[in-house]
């Protein structure tokens, strides 16, 4: 059984930083790209920044330039450094583990999702 477990969420005032956190853990093989989506209220999930294991980033356009996504392959752990944050960013953050190779199957998994607020 494989695990998502999601942290660093909360309220920041406009212009703050988090940094959300995202370790999986169970019989894992290996895992070929972790991630970040965020679900706003009324809107559908959309992706934020993914990172593969060998370091490759992609990032949604309104994110450039104010968050940064890394990886440690090692603890099976991806980070989300989110700076500037403005209103928009207001949303669920969920934590997606792509192509997981255990003992009996290869799955995505999700996590629980931790919410970040952005007011002042």
């Known amino acids: 059984q494989v695990q998502l477990v999601e942290s660093g969420g909360g309220l920041v005032q406009p212009g703050g930083s988090l940094r959300l956190s995202c370790a999986a853990s169970g019989s894992i093989f290996s895992i070929y790209a972790m991630g970040w989506y965020r679900r706003a209220p009324g809107k559908q999930r959309e992706l934020v920044a993914s990172?593969?294991?060998?370091?490759?980033?992609t990032y949604a356009d309104f994110v450039l330039g104010r968050f940064t996504i890394s990886r440690d392959n090692a603890k099976n752990t991806v980070y989300l450094q989110m700076n500037s944050l403005k209103p928009e960013d207001t949303a669920v953050y969920y934590c997606n583990a792509d192509r997981v190779t255990t003992v009996v199957a290869v799955r995505d998994y999700w996590g629980q999702g931790t919410q970040v607020t952005v007011s002042s």
């Open positions: 990172i593969t294991s060998g370091d490759s980033t």
